[in-house]
């Protein structure tokens, strides 16, 4: 190998590390056009553009453009087929859409791809419940629950779901429990189970004693 052609390796080398770092991370910053640019200009394809589609996807999704989202997300599963993460995005969009069997069998599918984080299992618990599908909602709260006892959030959920089927109980066991959390970052469910609490205490009848003849 010659003198000139190890320094043009490495330059070619920084070029090709530059342009992954663009292509993997354009999505982190608030701004599309530099996704499009990858994906129009970029020399990389394949499963690396799947990438620069989904974080234009999950800029639109941020901005509540759901049918952006959906379209990139559509290209981004097209490319690579097996990242769990993107059917989750798609589910999401699909969710705030409105089309609530389509968001239910992508979160199936990303569960199905890496059914070990808790997330999926809420989120589809969410479009079930929304759905009117309360038993299977219960079931997926359930199993968030037992991948993240610390979720407080997905008890909130459940509760909710709990609340919604009659199950006054359930729901306040549920409630209970995510208040004797450890504090955290999830301090808005917290306030909803705190609330969520208080009303089914202000809703038990009084108890009268009888007085004995």
């Given at each position: 190998?010659?003198?000139?052609?190890?320094?043009?390796?490495?330059?070619?080398?920084?070029?090709?590390?530059?342009?992954?770092?663009?292509?993997?991370?354009?999505?982190?910053?608030?701004?599309?056009?530099?996704?499009?640019?990858?994906?129009?200009?970029?020399?990389?394809?394949?499963?690396?553009?799947?990438?620069?589609?989904?974080?234009?996807?999950?800029?639109?999704?941020?901005?509540?453009?759901?049918?952006?989202?959906?379209?990139?997300?559509?290209?981004?599963?097209?490319?690579?087929?097996?990242?769990?993460?993107?059917?989750?995005?798609?589910?999401?969009?699909?969710?705030?859409?409105?089309?609530?069997?389509?968001?239910?069998?992508?979160?199936?599918?990303?569960?199905?791809?890496?059914?070990?984080?808790?997330?999926?299992?809420?989120?589809?618990?969410?479009?079930?419940?929304?759905?009117?599908?309360?038993?299977?909602?219960?079931?997926?709260?359930?199993?968030?629950?037992?991948?993240?006892?610390?979720?407080?959030?997905?008890?909130?959920?459940?509760?909710?779901?709990?609340?919604?089927?009659?199950?006054?109980?359930?729901?306040?066991?549920?409630?209970?429990?995510?208040?004797?959390?450890?504090?955290?970052?999830d301090g808005p469910a917290r306030d909803a189970a705190r609330a969520k609490l208080a009303e089914l205490l202000q809703a038990e009848p009084a108890q009268v004693a009888t007085?004995?003849?």
């Open positions: 190998m010659t003198r000139l052609a190890v320094p043009l390796l490495i330059v070619l080398g920084v070029a090709i590390g530059l342009s992954t770092h663009t292509v993997v991370n354009c999505g982190d910053e608030d701004e599309p056009d530099v996704c499009s640019a990858v994906i129009g200009f970029s020399p990389l394809r394949g499963s690396l553009i799947a990438f620069a589609y989904e974080g234009r996807g999950r800029i639109a999704l941020r901005h509540g453009d759901n049918g952006r989202a959906i379209a990139d997300f559509n290209e981004a599963i097209h490319l690579n087929p097996n990242r769990a993460s993107l059917y989750r995005d798609r589910a999401q969009a699909y969710r705030q859409n409105g089309d609530l069997g389509l968001a239910i069998a992508d979160y199936d599918e990303a569960i199905a791809l890496d059914p070990r984080p808790a997330a999926p299992y809420r989120e589809r618990g969410l479009a079930l419940a929304a759905n009117g599908d309360l038993d299977r909602a219960i079931l997926s709260y359930s199993t968030a629950v037992r991948l993240d006892p610390a979720d407080a959030q997905a008890r909130l959920d459940r509760g909710l779901a709990f609340l919604a089927r009659g199950q006054a109980n359930d729901a306040r066991a549920d409630f209970e429990a995510a208040l004797a959390l450890p504090p955290g970052k007085p004995r003849r």
